[in-house]
């Protein structure tokens, strides 16, 4: 899809601050807001714009650990993947997850309170998924850069 700089403009403001108005974001681009709301309205009708959510800090909230998982299969056929996905996005403790080459199949983003409740969640859950032949998890110790904001830039 082919978008104006000034769609990007519109984008960035929009991932920095879904809450702000067309009236607002129209000032930031130098245009009225009713041309600036049909921009915004085409982003979302084209699937653009997915949704506009609100980010909730999961440390304020307990949830503490994050571990990313490499889950690798004991059968690879289209079946048998489309159980393990439609399993492991029922577990609201996954919030990533991808299908990825290399030596696994799966990498997962899991979210908990802390390592006791990610050991509960993996032997009761994750390990218990038939087709599930290992997985190998590695805690997150630092946060470093965290950003939900797509490189917009690059499109200019």
């Known amino acids: 899809m082919d978008l104006s700089p000034i769609d990007i403009k519109i984008l960035a403001l929009l991932q920095q601050d879904a809450s702000l108005t067309a009236a607002e974001i129209a000032e930031h681009v130098n245009l009225s807001?009713?041309?600036c709301w049909r921009r915004i309205n085409r982003l979302e009708q084209e699937g653009i714009i997915e949704k506009k959510v609100a980010l909730v800090n999961a440390e304020k909230l307990g949830l503490g650990l994050v571990v990313f998982a490499r889950i690798s299969l004991?059968?690879?056929d289209e079946?048998?993947?489309h159980d393990f996905e439609q399993r492991v996005?029922?577990?609201?403790?996954?919030v990533e997850c991808?299908?990825?080459t290399g030596s696994a199949d799966y990498h997962l983003k899991i979210i908990t309170r802390d390592i006791k409740h990610y050991d509960r969640f993996l032997r009761r859950h994750l390990i218990q998924i038939p087709l599930v032949r290992d997985v190998n998890s590695n805690v997150a110790v630092t946060r470093i850069k965290y950003t939900t904001g797509l490189p917009l830039e690059t499109q200019l």
């Open 98 to 100: 991808y299908t990825v």
């Open 79 to 81: 079946a048998s993947l």
């Open 74 to 76: 004991s059968k690879n």
């Open 33 to 35: 807001a009713s041309p």
């Open 89 to 94: 996005s029922r577990y609201p403790e996954v």
